[in-house]
């Protein structure tokens, strides 16, 4: 099991800059959310701030088809260079998964779902397109505003391509997230 790590901002009704919380919701409705635990790089932004000039930095930095995911393989790496150190999600990710996350325990870690990004690892389907009501309905999402199963995941990722070939946000990659218990979270 390949794991990658990443740091996100917390967006809830008590950490937002960019969009008004109760907005969010209204615009998404997904009315569900008690926190939006994304991948999405806009509504969860990415906390890292790598050294692009330090080749041992490009060392910890993952990339797929020349595209850097916002996801690192060094939990270590990622603590030191968030720029936050409370108060944010410490994930622990995996990309394609092939097999159910659900059942894999990770010490200090909590499995919350699958979220379905693009293929630039940017934007999620799930919560910030506007909706796929053809493919799925913001009422299938989780409180995290994630997928609960593999299988329904690998499914409306199938079935939103097949629905929105020439929809560059529909044709993206699975990818199952577990976050800190401990790091980053309230006290």
């Known amino acids: 099991m390949n794991l990658l790590f990443a740091a996100r901002g917390k967006y809830d009704e008590n950490n937002y800059e960019k969009f008004s919380w109760e907005k969010y919701k209204n615009w998404s409705k997904i009315f ?74 990770l010490e200090e870690y909590e499995f919350i779902g699958y979220d379905l990004l693009d293929q630039d690892f940017s934007i999620s389907a799930l919560t910030n397109c506007g909706g796929f009501d053809e493919t799925f309905l ?32 529909a044709d993206t990659n699975v990818i199952a997230v577990w976050r800190h218990l401990k790091i980053g979270r309230e006290k």
Not at 88 to 104: G, H, Q
Not at 155 to 160: A, P, S
Request: glycine share 2%.
């Open 32 to 105: 569900q959310l008690d926190e939006l635990v994304s991948l999405d790089a806009m509504l969860n932004e990415d906390l890292v701030e790598p050294n692009y000039d330090n080749e041992e930095d490009w060392k910890s930095i993952h990339i797929v088809d020349l595209v850097q995911t916002g996801f690192y393989n060094n939990i270590d790496y990622v603590i030191s260079k968030s720029s936050k150190k409370e108060k944010f999600n410490l994930l622990a990710v995996l990309v394609e998964p092939e097999y159910e996350c659900s059942y894999i325990i």
């Open 138 to 169: 913001p009422s299938e999402l989780n409180n995290k505003g994630l997928l609960n199963s593999l299988d329904k995941s690998k499914d409306i990722q199938k079935r939103l391509f097949e629905n929105n070939p020439e929809e560059h946000h």
